[in-house]
């Protein structure tokens, strides 16, 4: 188009706004991981039974003397004051070092890293197919608003909003997997086998984001900007496209943000029914054996995957609606 | 004989709920000439407009015929009449920054033009169309948002986007009303001088008056009179076109005159004349013959000279009783003081001062009028008289009692929290809970904590009765919700809300602006007599002749300093 040979603002003068929000945004973040670090400190310490007597028992000693205890206190560090366990694990954490499982005595940081790309292929296998599944449906529902495609799309989608994603596992594998041979039920998080347990997580997701795109969506189409560009000669699909969506991905990505978070934080029940080798089920293990570190570090992780996604998420919002960048609201 | 351009012919619309908004409708535009639809909201004028770009609902039933150059509109497929819009037809909507994606700039919006026909814009044409219309830097402006342009402009720049075809016809739906009064004119010349024919749609007499070349007056679904302006609009001769420009406010007649009753159900059948039920001239006959439109004017009560000639009552509607005088009880106390208050917005680095500085002193009973353009500080002003706002330097007086003070971030003074001052307005719909039903709204001031007594439901629904015969609204359903009830009856709902509470202060932001003339008369009327039993009244508006007529005095604000 002609206009973009012309001159116009220094892209930097318009990009000071922008840079100014996102470091806002970033200094937030940081904030809201520092709160959740000292929740989770603070909440640790009041589940029941002792980190060091699961431990001994967990090393086969059947009744450990108190001076056993004690002494494995002390080489935990359970000893010392909460705050002053708290400010040196945080001096820790700053620099990479999520301290040592109690169990295995190996870098938690190691030990989660080593199950992440399982959890990551889940989860992002889930997103993926959330997205294709929310927007497949919520662009039908509205180009076909009343009409048969939008009724079968709103029942299949309350269907799936109240299907609990335990169930809806524990169904494919009895349904899918056993009765028809599709995919395994003992996979060892390879990529051929992701495709059921990540449709199980996405199912629910995918359900509630199409819900909300078709109503983004109706409300877009119900706009006067959209009536304009129909009486401008715009074909309905182009209204669809052109319009319609940009202006209802606003709402829809907040809602993608929450819920990429709660991707990597709830794949657990999942991963434990496709025996999946994520971080999900060896976090499991971890809080029945009253592994700190691991706890800690896991709601580190999960804490960070959240902010991260609501960062993107922010500054895709940013990027798409100019009147957030002049400060205002959409 | 010019060929038209746009030809109704017995054009009939009926909507899926049963309402039939447009009931035999026949005209012609001609090239280049600009015909105005006026009338009361609910008249069917929006209808009659866009039923000619094919923008109703898909369920709406259409009968009759309508030629759009060469064209026949009813009964053409959604593609034919796709291929029309934007190039043998434009659309002008309200409110221009609903009219555009908030989300492209507004070169985009304008390229549209072509895109929308799988066609490039000619380079550099963009803002040339833009600079003709009169928009200063068009190329730099052009590349920012929607939200960054003043309304006036961009009305303008949506005005060059529907132009950009040369289309034969221009349809512009009250594309003034969200703009003021003074960018109003600059709009409707741009819309000129695009050469189009124009069917303006719009409730502002005035605009019409100045822009129009003719006028056609509708009501209840039907043209009741067309002509040139200057004659219609100089001489009306239905009754309907009287009534309503005697309820028009005009700066030399004084506080206009309401039109009594209401606008028939459409979603009735309606025998007879449409308006004969409100009509001080009706025959018997009015109410079972049809009228037809003959020689202009759909009414066959009037002579040849277009007096009405069954009757004696002469010019009697536009000489109907005027108000009477309003003589007010004025106890010496002062309602509310703001002594040179100021209130300032952080808005992070920068601070905006909505008002600078302003005092101002309002007794019993009076009603005091503030005007100026929009953005001058008026609204703020009114929080800040309310106590809704705390000012940032200054103080506010109610009732003799310091209530809130500069510096001091809490209200010092409990009368501010007790229904003293109440608040009307400017959108009715939009300030009455949706879901309420009205009776609700209007008794809610007294469930208010500090209120001694529970009332019961059966009890707020007397008082809701009660209070909603003394602003005119006797037989309403109590249970009605706000969407189930004209423009103007929500204003009156939101009034009688204000009135139960009993305030010895209102505060009216632009209270009607969002009405048609013959509404808007009633609520003047109305407001006035609130404050001849005795409740004080600050209005503000940007319009000058309405203050003028209305309030006892009139100050004018300007760049957040009131002046007296």
């Known amino acids: 188009?002609?206009?973009?040979?012309?001159?116009?603002?220094?892209?930097?003068?318009?990009?000071?706004?922008?840079?100014?929000?996102?470091?806002?945004?970033?200094?937030?973040?940081?904030?809201?991981?520092?709160?959740?670090?000292?929740?989770?400190?603070?909440?640790?310490?009041?589940?029941?039974?002792?980190?060091?007597?699961?431990?001994?028992?967990?090393?086969?000693?059947?009744?450990?003397?108190?001076?056993?205890?004690?002494?494995?206190?002390?080489?935990?560090?359970?000893?010392?004051?909460?705050?002053?366990?708290?400010?040196?694990?945080?001096?820790?954490?700053?620099?990479?070092?999520l301290s040592l499982?109690?169990?295995?005595?190996?870098?938690?940081?190691?030990?989660?890293?080593?199950?992440?790309?399982?959890?990551?292929?889940?989860?992002?296998?889930?997103?993926?197919?959330?997205?294709?599944?929310?927007?497949?449906?919520?662009?039908?529902?509205?180009?076909?608003?009343?009409?048969?495609?939008?009724?079968?799309?709103?029942?299949?989608?309350?269907?799936?909003?109240?299907?609990?994603?335990?169930?809806?596992?524990?169904?494919?594998?009895?349904?899918?997997?056993?009765?028809?041979?599709?995919?395994?039920?003992?996979?060892?998080?390879?990529?051929?086998?992701?495709?059921?347990?990540?449709?199980?997580?996405?199912?629910?997701?995918?359900?509630?984001?199409?819900?909300?795109?078709?109503?983004?969506?109706?409300?877009?189409?119900?706009?006067?900007?959209?009536?304009?560009?129909s009486a401008r000669g715009a074909t309905k699909l182009r209204v669809l496209w052109r319009y319609a969506l940009p202006n209802a991905a606003l709402p829809f990505l907040t809602a993608i943000g929450v819920g990429i978070g709660g991707l990597i934080g709830g794949s657990a029940i999942i991963e434990a029914i496709f025996t999946w080798p994520g971080i999900g089920s060896y976090v499991f293990a971890a809080i029945a054996a009253r592994d700190f570190p691991v706890v800690q570090g896991f709601v580190l992780l999960a804490g960070l995957s959240y902010i991260t996604a609501s960062l993107c998420v922010d500054l895709v919002a940013l990027l798409v609606d100019p009147r957030l960048r002049d400060g205002g609201h959409a | 004989m010019m060929q038209p351009v746009l030809q109704y012919d017995q054009v009939h619309v009926q909507y899926a709920n049963g309402t039939h908004a447009v009931r035999g409708v026949s005209f012609s535009l001609y090239p280049g000439e600009c015909?105005?639809?006026?009338?009361?909201?609910?008249?069917?004028?929006?209808?009659?407009?866009?039923?000619?770009?094919?923008?109703?609902?898909?369920?709406?039933?259409?009968?009759?015929?309508?030629?759009?150059?060469?064209?026949?509109?009813?009964?053409?497929?959604?593609?034919?009449?796709?291929?029309?819009?934007?190039?043998?037809?434009?659309?002008?909507?309200?409110?221009?920054?609903?009219?555009?994606?908030?989300?492209?700039p507004v070169a985009d919006h304008v390229a549209e033009a072509w895109h929308a026909h799988d066609q490039t814009p000619p380079r550099g044409l963009i803002g040339t169309a833009l600079g003709q219309l009169g928009i200063a830097g068009a190329l730099h402006q052009m590349r920012r948002y929607p939200h960054q342009w003043s309304g006036g402009m961009l009305q303008r720049a949506t005005i060059a986007a529907a132009a950009a075809h040369q289309p034969l016809v221009m349809i512009a739906d009250e594309p003034t009303s969200a703009l003021d009064a003074d960018r109003a004119d600059a709009t409707l010349a741009a819309l000129r001088e695009t050469g189009a024919a124009v069917l303006l749609v719009s409730h502002d007499i005035g605009v019409v008056a100045r822009h129009a070349d003719r006028v056609a007056v509708c009501y209840a679904g039907r043209i009741v009179e067309i002509g040139p302006c200057a004659e219609v609009l100089t001489q009306p001769r239905h009754p309907y076109t009287r009534g309503l420009l005697a309820a028009t406010p005009h700066a030399s007649a004084g506080l206009p005159i309401p039109l009594a009753g209401t606008p028939p159900k459409l979603n009735e059948p309606i025998a007879g004349c449409a308006f004969a039920p409100r009509c001080a001239f009706a025959v018997p006959?009015?109410?079972?013959?049809?009228?037809?439109?003959?020689?202009?004017?759909?009414?066959?009560?009037?002579?040849?000279?277009?007096?009405?000639?069954?009757?004696?009552?002469?010019?009697?509607?536009?000489?109907?009783?005027?108000?009477?005088?309003?003589?007010?009880?004025?106890?010496?106390?002062?309602?509310?003081?703001?002594?040179?208050?100021?209130?300032?917005?952080?808005?992070?680095?920068?601070?905006?001062?909505?008002?600078?500085?302003?005092?101002?002193?309002?007794?019993?009973?009076?009603?005091?009028?503030?005007?100026?353009?929009?953005?001058?500080?008026?609204?703020?002003?009114?929080?800040?008289?309310?106590?809704?706002?705390?000012?940032?330097?200054?103080?506010?007086?109610?009732?003799?009692?310091?209530?809130?003070?500069?510096?001091?971030?809490?209200?010092?003074?409990?009368?501010?929290?007790?229904?003293?001052?109440?608040?009307?307005?400017?959108?009715?719909?939009?300030?009455?809970?949706?879901?309420?039903?009205?009776?609700?709204?209007?008794?809610?001031?007294?469930?208010?904590?500090?209120?001694?007594?529970?009332?019961?439901?059966?009890?707020?629904?007397?008082?809701?009765?009660?209070?909603?015969?003394?602003?005119?609204?006797?037989?309403?359903?109590?249970?009605?919700?706000?969407?189930?009830?004209?423009?103007?009856?929500?204003?009156?709902?939101?009034?009688?809300?204000?009135?139960?509470?009993?305030?010895?202060?209102?505060i009216a932001d632009e209270p009607t602006s969002a009405l048609d003339a013959s509404v808007a008369a009633a609520i003047l009327h109305l407001l006035a007599t609130t404050a001849h039993n005795g409740t004080a009244m600050v209005v503000v508006s940007h319009d000058r002749p309405l203050l003028t007529v209305l309030c006892d005095r009139v100050l004018t604000m300007d760049d957040g300093v009131l002046l007296s």
């Not at chain 1, 959330?130 to 927007?135: E, G, N, R, T, Y």
């Not at chain 2, 309310?386 to 200054?394: D, F, Q």
């Open chain 2, 35 to 104: 015909l105005a639809l006026v009338g009361e909201s609910g008249c069917g004028k929006t209808t009659m407009a866009r039923v000619a770009l094919g923008l109703l609902p898909p369920s709406a039933q259409i009968e009759g015929s309508i030629r759009l150059g060469d064209t026949e509109i009813v009964g053409a497929s959604a593609e034919t009449i796709r291929r029309l819009r934007g190039l043998v037809a434009g659309l002008v909507a309200q409110n221009p920054f609903e009219a555009c994606n908030p989300l492209d």
């Open chain 2, 285 to 506: 006959t009015c109410r079972t013959d049809d009228p037809p439109l003959v020689d202009g004017v759909a009414c066959p009560v009037l002579n040849a000279a277009g007096e009405p000639k069954a009757l004696h009552r002469g010019d009697e509607i536009l000489e109907m009783q005027p108000f009477p005088p309003f003589w007010r009880k004025r106890a010496a106390a002062v309602v509310v003081e703001a002594r040179k208050v100021a209130k300032r917005y952080d808005r992070g680095a920068r601070a905006v001062a909505a008002v600078q500085t302003a005092s101002l002193a309002v007794q019993h009973g009076e009603i005091v009028g503030i005007s100026g353009p929009s953005g001058c500080g008026k609204s703020t002003l009114l929080r800040l008289l309310a106590t809704i706002e705390i000012p940032s330097a200054g103080e506010v007086w109610l009732d003799g009692a310091l209530a809130s003070r500069g510096g001091t971030p809490h209200l010092l003074n409990p009368l501010a929290r007790t229904g003293f001052v109440m608040p009307i307005f400017q959108d009715p719909l939009g300030s009455l809970d949706a879901r309420w039903p009205i009776w609700q709204s209007i008794t809610e001031p007294l469930t208010a904590p500090h209120r001694a007594r529970r009332l019961s439901i059966p009890q707020r629904r007397v008082i809701a009765r009660e209070w909603l015969e003394s602003v005119g609204l006797d037989h309403i359903d109590l249970d009605a919700r706000p969407h189930e009830l004209s423009v103007g009856q929500c204003q009156r709902v939101a009034i009688a809300r204000a009135l139960t509470a009993e305030p010895r202060l209102i």
């Open chain 1, 101 to 229: 499982s109690y169990q295995t005595g190996r870098p938690v940081l190691e030990e989660l890293g080593k199950r992440l790309p399982a959890t990551l292929l889940l989860a992002g296998t889930a997103l993926v197919l959330s997205l294709l599944i929310a927007l497949i449906g919520g662009l039908l529902g509205a180009a076909y608003h009343e009409r048969w495609p939008d009724q079968l799309i709103r029942l299949l989608s309350q269907v799936g909003v109240s299907l609990p994603a335990f169930l809806a596992g524990l169904l494919a594998l009895r349904y899918i997997v056993v009765e028809f041979n599709i995919g395994r039920v003992l996979s060892g998080g390879q990529w051929q086998y992701v495709l059921l347990p990540a449709l199980c997580l996405a199912i629910s997701r995918a359900a509630d984001w199409a819900q909300l795109l078709r109503a983004s969506l109706l409300e877009a189409l119900g706009a006067n900007y959209t009536l304009v560009a």
């Open chain 1, 1 to 97: 188009m002609s206009i973009s040979t012309l001159p116009t603002r220094s892209p930097l003068m318009s990009a000071l706004p922008l840079v100014r929000a996102l470091v806002g945004r970033l200094l937030q973040a940081l904030l809201t991981l520092l709160g959740i670090s000292v929740i989770i400190w603070a909440l640790l310490p009041l589940a029941p039974g002792d980190p060091a007597q699961r431990l001994l028992q967990a090393r086969g000693v059947q009744d450990p003397t108190p001076l056993q205890v004690a002494a494995l206190r002390t080489e935990l560090a359970l000893d010392r004051p909460l705050p002053v366990q708290y400010a040196e694990w945080l001096g820790r954490a700053v620099r990479g070092d």
